[in-house]
């Protein structure tokens, strides 16, 4: 039963208990899915495009009610109807989105300062030893003057990072944190989360399809599919050694098998108007 | 094949919910004013780029439409004797419609485009998720700011027009046609009432800053996060808010200057 919930810890941070959830009811994005995020780890959530990876994500930052079934952080209900209780509890979540998601009217340091100048009441000298201590932990301390603009796609993305350990979250949900990125920004992103996660105590959670940093970062891994179904999750190792159809065409990153390549169409025949095994 | 009737209902309940949603999405802006006034630097900032940016393009036209408001109507005047009504007349034209209607309109497709690009970008960009995900609400920290600065800029704009149009008009009419000076001032104080004639036409300025301004906000907010959805939304802000001032000027017209 691959929804069963792991026990993965007595101590976990979230708790997604029977979940269904879809835009509209002609089609249902997460299928009755129940995991547990442990805490001080980093479980990354891998899957195919449209998967629901990113809904999930949502459900849990409390921007969607779950349709049925229950989403608590820190044992209590994310219910996105009481905005009060749903701020409080996004004030300890930072998040890493897919393409940044900086203020271009602001420079770097004014991007990092944001959570602290609108959160806290901290003294100017205060925010700015944090912010350019929160970047000099990213490697970009050197960067702090620059505009938006003026930053490549891989330091944007550590620039948000930077943003999104500003107040010291306990959990980090990084949502597609490697799309787009070379080869060394790549390495360099994987490098980041794994040692602010170990470094900082937090949680992190990793959404992506980028199926060899994930496997390189995480402590636990679970492998979605279409459908919103959860076909398989545990250690790296496990998925890796997986004899499953549908988790070896995955994490091999094969183009066909139980995920078909072609979508589904009439007869190639019938579109080109010959019969099947006529002469030419 | 569906019923007429039945396609006929789903529009007209897709308006109905449309506007639902625009008066719940108006509400929230207001709840929010409050917050914004509290900072009161991001609203400042924000009557700059939307007032002080928009300073140009108003006193053009101002200058433009008193000059050629003053041709024409002595033209029209001079004709039966009454030239020396010009001050008056040009007066009135400017600070009861002219003035607002004509900054609502270029307000719309100057400060309005602007606002809604710059929120449907926001969107697309993620930025007002990540504000979301960051616990700060950006109906107080993004939209609130610029409602409340649209409503401040407008009737400042409005007044500013309508002065330099009047000083376009002195300078045709007086320097180059030859009107007295002292004849095209002396009519507009006596025959021209301050809160009537001025404060009606910034009443009715103050109320186009609202329906500029709050389209705007909603088009950007709502926008579909694509190119085309953020060029849509612009144009579509352009339309609904000259639309809506030229039907608002009338009932506003018809409910100030009713009697005589």
Redesign the interface.
């Known amino acids: 039963m691959p929804s069963d919930p792991p026990n993965l810890s007595s101590d976990a941070l979230i708790e997604i208990d029977h979940v269904t959830f879809g835009y509209d009811t002609s089609r249902t994005i997460l299928s009755d899915i129940s995991l547990r995020f442990a805490r001080g780890k980093v479980t990354s959530i891998l899957g195919s495009s449209g998967c629901g990876k990113t809904t999930l994500l949502r459900l849990i930052?409390g921007?969607h009610a779950a349709n049925a079934g229950t989403v608590r952080f820190a044992g209590e209900v994310v219910n996105a109807q009481d905005k009060e209780l749903?701020?409080?509890m996004?004030?300890r979540?930072g998040?890493l989105?897919?393409?940044g998601?900086?203020?271009?009217d602001l420079s770097v340091f004014e991007n990092v300062a944001?959570?602290l100048r609108?959160?806290t009441d901290l003294s100017e000298p205060m925010i700015r030893d944090i912010v350019l201590m929160k970047l000099n932990a990213v490697g970009l301390r050197g960067a702090a003057p620059l505009r938006i603009s003026e930053v490549s796609g891989g330091m944007a993305r550590r620039i948000a990072l930077a943003r999104a350990i500003a107040l010291d979250p306990e959990l980090i949900m990084y949502d597609e944190p490697f799309a787009g990125l070379d080869l060394i920004s790549m390495g360099v992103a994987a490098n980041l989360i794994r040692t602010l996660n170990d470094v900082t105590g937090s949680t992190s959670l990793v959404i992506s399809h980028d199926v060899p940093e994930c496997m390189s970062i995480s402590d636990h891994v679970v492998l979605m599919a279409t459908g919103g179904r959860i076909v398989a999750q545990g250690a790296p190792k496990e998925l890796m050694d997986s004899s499953d159809p549908e988790v070896r065409q995955f994490v091999r990153g094969e183009p066909d098998g139980p995920v078909k390549f072609h979508y589904p169409a009439a007869p190639i025949a019938q579109d080109f108007g010959v019969e099947a095994g006529a002469a030419p | 094949m569906t019923n007429p009737l039945t396609l006929l209902g789903q529009r007209a309940l897709r308006v109905l919910r449309s506007f639902g949603h625009a008066a719940f999405f108006f509400v929230d802006i207001l709840r929010a004013v409050p917050e914004a006034m509290r900072r009161f630097g991001l609203v400042v900032a924000q009557i700059h780029a939307i007032g002080n940016l928009s300073l140009i393009i108003i006193l053009a036209s101002g200058m433009a439409v008193g000059f050629v408001l003053a041709l024409q109507m002595y033209y029209a005047l001079v004709t039966y004797g009454a030239a020396e009504s010009l001050g008056l007349v040009v007066n009135l034209s400017l600070v009861r419609e002219l003035g607002p209607v004509v900054t609502g309109l270029l307000f719309a497709g100057r400060a309005g485009t602007s606002l809604t690009a710059e929120i449907g970008l926001m969107k697309a960009?993620?930025?007002l998720?990540?504000m979301?995900?960051?616990?700060?609400?950006p109906k107080a920290?993004v939209l609130a700011p610029r409602f409340v600065a649209g409503i401040v800029s407008m009737p400042i704009l409005a007044i500013l027009f309508s002065a330099i149009g009047i000083l376009g008009a002195y300078v045709v009419a007086v320097l180059l046609i030859g009107v007295d000076a002292g004849n095209f001032w002396s009519i507009m104080q006596s025959r021209v009432d301050v809160w009537r004639d001025v404060g009606n036409g910034i009443v009715k300025s103050a109320v186009f800053g609202v329906i500029c301004t709050f389209v705007a906000l909603y088009q950007g907010h709502e926008t579909e996060a694509t190119p085309e959805g953020v060029a849509y939304a612009t144009t579509r802000t352009v339309v609904m808010s000259s639309l809506s001032i030229l039907a608002v000027d009338f009932i506003l017209t018809a409910l100030m200057f009713s009697t005589p």
């Open positions: 930052g921007v749903l701020f409080r996004r004030r979540m998040v989105f897919q393409f998601a900086l203020f271009t944001f959570p609108e959160q | 960009g993620e930025q998720a990540a979301e995900m960051m616990a700060i609400d920290r």
